[in-house]
C-alpha cells in the first residue's frame, strides 16, 4: 500500500473526528441521486517539492523557476519558499563528504499565483532544494530546475521538474557502461532518516549490487548514488527501481554521456499495461526505447506512433516482446521523420504491467544532445509547466483513445508581460505541435497551464531548446497531473450513534 493510500485514510478518519459526530456517505448507484452525494473538490493546502543538486561542474549556470495557477476557493494568505538540504555522501562509493561548500539558496520569491517567479546559481556547489507551498501558493504549485553546461561530460541542457516526494519510482534507461555516468540522486524532506533499498535489472535480469540494500538517506539531506558503483556490469540499458521501506523522498537520475551531452531522467509512470511517451521532438536524429516488467509473465506490446495524421506503426517495429524481469531495448531511429508523434504501447494480447521511457538523440556529429522521456500519466484536470521562453518551446498534445479540446493558457511573464489562452482540437489518435498563446509583452519566462475541456485523456509534454556554447541544446518534461484539488467526502450528522 502507498504512502498516498495511507494518507487518505488518516485524512478522511481526521475528518469525521472534527465533523462531530459524522458518517461518510455511501456513493449512490449511477443514476440515483449522485449529484447529491458527490464528494466535493477543494484546493490542497501545502504542497512539497523537490530539486536535485543540479551539477558537479563549475561551468553550471542553474535557474529555478516557480510557478503556481490561479485555484478558485484559494484564501489570501500564503507562502512558498526553498532551502538547501544537507549535502550526504555518495552512498554507494562511500566518496568524501559533500558539504565542502554550500552557496546561499537561489533568490526566488514568488510575487502571486499566477506569475511565475526565477533565481539564479552558479558553478558546481549548488545543492538540492526542499521546496514548501502554502495556502494560496499550494494548489498546482510547480517548481523546474534547469541547468546549461558548456562543456565536459553531459553537457548541453539539462532540465527537471522537482517532484513530491513518494515511495516508489521506477527509472527505465539508466546505464552503467563505460561512457556513462549516471547518478541517483534521493531527497529525503523530513526530520527523520529514509531507507530505500535500490535494484537493478538488465537485459537478463536482475543484478547483484554491491551495496544497494538499505541506504540511509538522513534527515532533511540529499544523497547522489553512482550506478557503476553498484555493480561490476557494464550494460548499456537498465532499469532502476527505488523502493523506500521507511520514510520517502524525492527520485531523480541525471544521466550524463561523455559525447552526447545529458540530461534527467524523470521516473516514469506507474507500471501499467498500456503506456503513452508524450511529445517526442519532430527532428529527433535517434530515438531508443527501453522498456521493463516486474510482472512474472512477459508482455506483448505493439508499438504505434500518433503522428499528426493519426496512429501509425514503425515498418519493422511493430511489436516489442518484453521478458519477465529483463529490460528490453529497441533502436526506433528517427521514427518521428520530422513530424510530431508520441509512442502508444499497448497490449497485444493479455495485459502485463510496464514501465517505459525513451532516450532521443538531436543534431549530428559532435553537435549532438540527448535528452530522456519518460511514459507519463495523462494531464487530468490541469497540468503546468515552467521556465519556457519566446522562441525555444514546443508543447505537444496527444490524444490516442478519442478527440479532445483542450484550454493552454500562457502565464504572464516573470518579469512582466499579460497572459494568453487558446483553445485546440485534438482528433482522434494524433499528436499536435501546438502554436503558443505567447503573453503580449513578455519579460522573462513564462508557464504554460494546459487544461482539457473534454473527458478525453489527454497527454503533453513540453520541449525547451536553447544554444549552449554553440551546441543544439534540448531537454523535456511530461506534464502529468498537477493533483492541485483533493475529494473530500460528504458527509452527514448522525445522532442515533449515541442512542444504545
Known sequence: MKRTTLSLIAGTAALAAVTGFATLTQ????????????????????????CPAPSTSDLAETTYTSFTPVTKGTGSDGTAELRPATAGK?????????????????VLTPKAPGTPASGDTTGGGSP???????????????????????????????????????????????STAADRTDYLHLTNPDDSAAVADIELYGKDGAIATTVGEDITVPAESSVPI?????????QDDLTVHVNVRSGRVGAAVQALDDKLGGDWLAASTDPAGSLVVPGIPKDATAVRLVAFTAADADADLKVQLASPSGLITPAGKETLHVKAGMTTAVDLGDVTRGEAGSLVLTPTDQSVPVVAAVRIVRGKGD????????????????????????????????????????KVTASAGSEGGTAA?????????????????????????????????????????????ASVDGLPGFTVQTLPADRGTVAVPRTEEDLTVLQK
Do not use: H
Open 27 to 50: 456513493p449512490a448507484a449511477p443514476g440515483a441521486g449522485t449529484a447529491a452525494t458527490a464528494a466535493g473538490v477543494l484546493p490542497v493546502e501545502r504542497s512539497s517539492l523537490l
Open 90 to 106: 555518495n552512498a554507494a562509493a562511500g566518496g568524501a563528504d559533500d558539504k565542502k561548500k554550500t552557496p546561499a539558496k537561489p
Open 128 to 174: 538540492a532544494l526542499m521546496g514548501t507551498a502554502q495556502g494560496k501558493f499550494a494548489p498546482g504549485w510547480t517548481l523546474q530546475e534547469t541547468t546549461q553546461v558548456a562543456a565536459g561530460t553531459g553537457r548541453g541542457l539539462l532540465g527537471v521538474t522537482c517532484t513530491a516526494p513518494d515511495t516508489d519510482f521506477w527509472f527505465p534507461g539508466v
Open 226 to 234: 553512482l550506478l557503476s558503483t553498484l555493480t561490476g556490469e557494464k
Open 367 to 406: 553537435k549532438q544532445e540527448s535528452a530522456y522521456l519518460p511514459a507519463s500519466g495523462p494531464v487530468g484536470t490541469r497540468a503546468s509547466v515552467v521556465a519556457n521562453t519566446a522562441k525555444g518551446t514546443t508543447l505537444s498534445l496527444t490524444a490516442p483513445s478519442g478527440a479532445a479540446k483542450v
Open 421 to 465: 489562452s487558446q483553445t485546440y482540437t485534438i482528433r482522434p489518435g494524433t499528436t499536435q505541435d501546438v502554436q503558443l498563446p505567447v503573453p503580449a509583452g513578455l519579460k522573462g519566462t513564462y508557464a504554460l497551464t494546459v487544461e482539457p475541456l473534454t473527458a478525453t485523456p489527454v497527454y503533453a509534454s513540453r520541449t525547451l531548446t
